[in-house]
T-cell receptor, first 111, second 113 residues
Framework: EPEVTQTPSHQVTQMGQEVILRCVPI?????FYWYRQILGQKVEFLVS????????KSEIFDDQFSVERPDGSNFTLKIRSTKLEDSAMYFC?????????FGPGTRLTVT | KQEVTQIPAALSVPEGENLVLNCSFT??????LQWFRQDPGKGLTSLLL?????REQTSGRLNASLDKSSGRSTLYIAASQPGDSATYLC????????????FGPGTRLSVLP
């Protein structure tokens, strides 16, 4: 069964560094999303992407964040100048229409 | 602003019991509601999706119901098994103007052998 994949599974970075989290959505899906989950807290929406542009973003998704679909398969989340509070699990999801399928997540640890 | 709550926060039951997990949302203008399972440190596995026009969906031992007007959904798990132990999340998608889910905090379920 097709699935969403994410790399790396765990990323450790120093405060102030840039990180890129990578996702490969399900191949025929049209909508792509990033969510995050800080340890012990709710899953929170960051951004949705459709037709090569951001369709919606939350107040969390500020200028520190950017998304890109550099080719026909990958979908990336870039976090510039990471902060301690960016430590979280980041989930990518994709959907053909409304049912979203989530990847296994990337655990980001900022030290 | 849509708020989603789940009761109980944690539940421990002996194997074989039938159980109900509850989800409430404040804004009834939803497009659909999706139930997920999350194992510790893992991603989210979709269990059931209910469109706003539907009242329930079933998959195996799972049955999810939706009462949009009262802002409630329930997930019924029949004949629970230790392998059902996980955190169960509900998420609502607001009307089809938006694409982002609003998640509840989850119910942590432990099924004891």
């Amino acid at each position: 069964e097709p699935e969403v994949t994410q790399t790396p599974s765990h990323q450790v970075t120093q405060m102030g560094q840039e990180v890129i989290l990578r996702c490969v959505p399900i191949s025929n899906h049209l909508y792509f999303y990033w969510y995050r989950q800080i340890l012990g807290q709710k899953v929170e929406f960051l951004v949705s992407f459709y037709n090569n542009e951001i369709s919606e973003k939350s107040e969390i998704f500020d200028d520190q964040f950017s998304v890109e679909r550099p080719d026909g398969s990958n979908f990336t989340l870039k976090i510039r100048s990471t902060k301690l509070e960016d430590s979280a699990m980041y989930f990518c999801a994709s959907s053909f229409f409304y049912e979203q399928y989530f990847g296994p997540g990337t655990r980001l640890t900022v030290t | 602003k849509q708020e989603v709550t789940q009761i109980p926060a944690a539940l421990s039951v002996p194997e074989g019991e039938n159980l109900v997990l509850n989800c409430s949302f404040t804004d009834s203008a939803i497009y659909n509601l999706q139930w997920f399972r999350q194992d510790p440190g893992k991603g989210l596995t979709s269990l059931l999706l209910i469109q706003s026009s539907q009242r329930e969906q079933t998959s195996g031992r799972l049955n999810a119901s939706l009462d949009k007007s009262s802002g409630r959904s329930t997930l019924y798990i029949a004949a629970s098994q230790p392998g059902d132990s996980a955190t169960y999340l509900c998420a609502v998608l607001r009307d089809n103007y938006g694409q982002n889910f609003v998640f509840g905090p989850g119910t942590r379920l432990s099924v004891l052998p």
